[in-house]
């Protein structure tokens, strides 16, 4: 398997993050494959020239006049055959060098077949790896939402049960107890408790968990799983996507971004929000550049914005301000 490029983090990785992490490491594989050793068939002498005469025989062969006088007798296709060579010849094609220029296009068939076979079990790999992170991290994001309605007590009790079942048991009971049957049946105790397993074996606080440290998780994971990009492919691996509660973390061959919901005008939309990590500075820098752009065109207020110091607020405060400026300067 290729090995895991270095990456530029660009965001903090909690000491939960970590543990975590390697949490994720020993229950799943996280790798790509290796990239092939492919070597682009050597383009041979005169090839374009080649390649320009079989367009011009072609155009012969095709010529709408030929057509009304086609004849299909062994004689007529070989003579026929003979005056197009011919005249490719007298046209200057070198007809010496037809049989490397053709054995040149079935070799690159078979590059090009190569390459998209790599492609396509690449990303059905990481595809593979992906779902695999995802389920594993829903258990996590069980406990963030029984959390959120039972307290930080409630899950710290039931982490101490000792095994998923238990734990989940107790979760389950004390829902009953705060809330009604269909509250209680709604919250996904049976995923918390496994997911408060997996926090109590990397020594993680279920209380001080918070959705931070998972969205750095999936961006540290998923850049190892990412395909590796092939040198003269001409194309990259598919993206890979993480939901993390209401976050989404998408993962391409240059790193990981976060998008967060955010308010705009007329409702929420899910926006860019920071880089968190990438293959390289350039592309860090790179990403950082068209996150600034689509946000700067998109006047946006992320949940934790202050008040009035978001670009929407900005922006209602120049839509009404602009009519009572009117306002006042029609009246001095």
């Not at 660009?10 to 996280?30: D, H």
């Not at 009790?157 to 095994?163: F, K, L, P, R």
């Amino acid at each position: 398997m290729s090995k895991t490029m270095k990456p530029v983090i660009n965001a903090t990785v909690s000491a939960r993050t970590q543990a975590l992490l390697g949490a994720l490491r020993t229950a799943i594989t996280l790798d790509r494959l290796d990239v092939p050793e492919l070597t682009a068939p050597t383009v041979p002498s005169n090839y374009a020239d080649v390649k320009a005469g079989l367009s011009r025989m072609a155009e012969r062969f095709i010529d709408p006049a030929r057509a009304e006088g086609k004849r299909t007798g062994a004689d007529d296709v070989a003579r026929e055959l003979g005056a197009v060579l011919a005249q490719a010849a007298r046209s200057g094609m070198p007809l010496a060098d037809l049989p490397a220029a053709l054995d040149h296009d079935s070799a690159m068939v078979q590059y090009r077949g190569q390459q998209e076979q790599y492609l396509r079990s690449s990303d059905a790999h990481a595809a593979s790896q992906a779902e695999a992170i995802q389920n594993w991290l829903a258990d996590l994001l069980a406990v963030l939402s029984v959390r959120e309605v039972l307290g930080d007590d409630v899950v710290q009790d039931a982490a101490a049960a000792g095994n998923k079942t238990m734990a989940a048991t107790a979760l389950d009971l004390v829902a009953r107890e705060k809330l009604n049957t269909a509250g209680a049946a709604d919250l996904p105790v049976m995923a918390a408790g496994r997911g408060l397993m997996v926090l109590l074996a990397a020594g993680v606080d279920p209380a001080e968990l918070v959705l931070t440290d998972l969205e750095v998780l999936v961006a540290l994971a998923g850049i190892e799983i990412i395909p590796a990009t092939l040198p003269g492919a001409g194309l990259s691996a598919a993206d890979l996507s993480f939901r993390a509660g209401t976050s989404l973390v998408k993962v391409s061959t240059r790193g990981a971004v976060l998008y967060r919901e955010a308010d705009v005008q007329g409702g929420r939309v899910v926006l860019p929000h920071s880089v968190l990590v990438a293959v390289s500075p350039d592309a860090l820098e790179q990403l950082q550049g068209e996150v600034g752009e689509r946000l700067a065109r998109t006047p946006h207020r992320f949940q934790e914005a202050g008040v009035g110091n978001s670009s929407l607020d900005r922006s209602r405060r120049v839509v009404h301000g602009g009519g009572l400026n009117a306002y006042a300067n029609s009246i001095k």
